[in-house]
Structure formats: structure tokens, C-alpha cells
């Protein structure tokens, strides 16, 4: 099988991670890494094997066929409609857009093109969110009737430039972190959320990084969701998450994303295993299968959207103080 060429945009966190996937899975030329900052390029591409690179255009230059997106929130939108202009298939990090106006850039630019496009929304490919899901569309659960998702942790510090906490870049937690949820509730539900309301209160980490928010789904379904940046660094990345319908309740949680952490006495704290790869290794599989046939995408766009415009529904609900219906995002 010839190899399918592939090249990261970003060099960031979670760019290792779709990196040592790449690395992990068959048939799978990991060409370059391209990065605005070239230490940082050179650094993971040292790592994996790739060349150093310093955009996008230096991939194409390289042939590669396939590229995912891992750059800050507002920049998706460019890179997306030109690899997409330019015939690749692309993963793009969730979430789609930083704005609901550039995520249907990106829709209306894959709708003409020959490549798959692919939204990064991996708890979708995490063991156990993958697990739920099949027992609900199976029937395990009987009718869904309750969905919730806790998903807290410290401020993250590890974007360029402190990016993420900005909240005019990354939106906060709420549309960089809470955006999982909102997909994976809204895929599980099976059906859209209709109307949703927020409230959301300042923490260490600034303003509104601890948000809740409760969701009515088309079905009549109600979804509970809480976000934060806001929680002590000892605490780490912890995950709840609750279903429940006429049948039963399913229910799982979990500490760390990360399978080790070191912390000096100087504070300075590292992390091993990056992410404990979780759900990364079957989400990239699953781009490369869908690259390689001509999809369909595994995580289509139109649906990455949707968990945007939830989001940005919570996010005017906390401005607004009243329940956001969204058909108003627009």
C-alpha cells in the first residue's frame, strides 16, 4: 500500500498528539511539521522523523496529501479552505472555527472539494465515550432522557503565548473545552439541542471560566453541562459523564488525560505519555481510512458546527441572562 503523505500544521500540544499517532498508524508517511515558530517545529519534528517547515504552503510544496489543523482556534479557518482549495484532506482541530462566520467558510469550502474533511472532536474515539454511545444506539438505555458531562480542570498553560486564556482567541472554556461535550451529548442524544441557557462566573483563570449549562434536545431530552479553568493544579483533568434514558443510567469518570505527571520543586511540571494518546490513535485511523477511500468523513463539518453554535448559544445566554434558542445563532 503506497503511503499516504501527511503534514501537521502546528507543533503545540495536541499537534504531538495527532503526531505519534500518525507515527502509530500503517501505511502513513508523517512528511513535515510546520509551525510559525521554527524551534518548535524542529523540536517535534525531531522527534517523530519529519522535516521542519514554517507553513502551509512548504507542505504543499512537500506533496503531502493529507494535513491536520492544530493552531489556534482563529487561524482554522485559512488553513482549512486553502488545503482544502488545494485538494487535501484535512483534520481540523476542534473547535471547527473561532466564529460561527468562518466555520461556514470552512463548510461551504469542503462542499466542492475532493478531499475529506474531518472535525477533530475526539471523545468520540475515546473507549469508553465510544462504548456509551453504542449501547444508547443500540438500545441499551431504552429512550434518552438526561445526558450530562462534567469536564474541569486548571488553567491550561501550555498554548503559545498564553493564547487559550485569552478569551477573544480561544473563547475560554466554555467554546475551547466544553465543545467536546457539546458534540458528544448532541451525538449520543442523536438529536439537535434546541434551545440552551448558561451562567458562568470568574475563577483564578479570569472571567467566566466556570460556566454551566443546560440544553433542551429535539427529542425533549435535557443536557447538563459544566466547564472550568478554574480548578486547583492538583486537582488535574477530571471527567464525569452521565446517560441516562427509560432502560438504565450509564455513568463513567476519570482523572488525567496524561498517563504521568512530574512536578519540580521549582513548579515547573511535566507530563508523559501526552494525553495517554486515548482516543487519538482511532481518531487518526479513522481520518486515514477516510482519506484513503474518499470518505465519508468520519466527523463531518456541518456537525463540528453544530457544537460550535451550542456553544456560541451558551455563551449569549451568559451575556443575555435568558435561554438562547438556536436557531438565533446565525
Known amino acids: 500500500m503506497t503511503p499516504l503523505r501527511v503534514g501537521i500544521v502546528g507543533a503545540g500540544y495536541i499537534a504531538r498528539a495527532h503526531a505519534i499517532a500518525y507515527l502509530a498508524t500503517p501505511a502513513v508517511d508523517l512528511v513535515a511539521i510546520a509551525d510559525t515558530v521554527p524551534a518548535k517545529a524542529g523540536a517535534l519534528a525531531e522527534t517523530v522523523g519529519a522535516e521542519p517547515v514554517d507553513g502551509l504552503a512548504a507542505l504543499l510544496a512537500r506533496g503531502v496529501q493529507a494535513v491536520s489543523i492544530c493552531t489556534p482556534s482563529p487561524t482554522h479557518a485559512d488553513l482549512a479552505v486553502e488545503a482544502l482549495e488545494a485538494g487535501l484532506h484535512v483534520l481540523c482541530e476542534k473547535p471547527i472555527a473561532r466564529s460561527l462566520a ?11 472539494a475532493p478531499g475529506v474533511l474531518m472535525v477533530g472532536h ?21 429512550e434518552i432522557r438526561m445526558l450530562s458531562q462534567s469536564i474541569v480542570s486548571s488553567a491550561p498553560t501550555w498554548s503559545e503565548q498564553g493564547w487559550l486564556l485569552d478569551h477573544g482567541a480561544s473563547g475560554g472554556p466554555l467554546i475551547d473545552l466544553a465543545i467536546h ?8 442524544c442523536g438529536h439537535q439541542p434546541v434551545r440552551v441557557q448558561a451562567i458562568a462566573a470568574a475563577t483564578v483563570a479570569g472571567p467566566d471560566t466556570y460556566a454551566l449549562a443546560t440544553l433542551r434536545y429535539a427529542n425533549g431530552a435535557i443536557g447538563a453541562v459544566e466547564t472550568s479553568w478554574g480548578h486547583p493544579p492538583a486537582y488535574g483533568f477530571h471527567v464525569a459523564t452521565e446517560l441516562n434514558g427509560s432502560g438504565g443510567r450509564l455513568w463513567w469518570d476519570y482523572d488525567g488525560i496524561s498517563a504521568g505527571r512530574m512536578a519540580t520543586t521549582g513548579g515547573e511540571i511535566t507530563r508523559f505519555d501526552v494525553l495517554g494518546q486515548r482516543g487519538f490513535q482511532a481518531e487518526i485511523e479513522a481520518f486515514v481510512a477516510a482519506a484513503r477511500t474518499g470518505g465519508p468523513s468520519p466527523v463531518p463539518a456541518t456537525e463540528g458546527m453544530l457544537a460550535l453554535r451550542t456553544a456560541l448559544a451558551a455563551e449569549r445566554s451568559i451575556r443575555t441572562g435568558q435561554p438562547v434558542s438556536l436557531a438565533e445563532i446565525e
Open 102 to 112: 468562518d466555520a461556514e467558510r470552512i463548510v461551504a469550502a469542503s462542499a466542492g
Open 122 to 142: 475526539v471523545s468520540r474515539f475515546e473507549p469508553d465515550h465510544a462504548r456509551a454511545r453504542e449501547v444508547v444506539a443500540t438500545g441499551g438505555l431504552g
Open 181 to 188: 461535550s457539546f458534540d458528544y451529548l448532541a451525538w449520543v
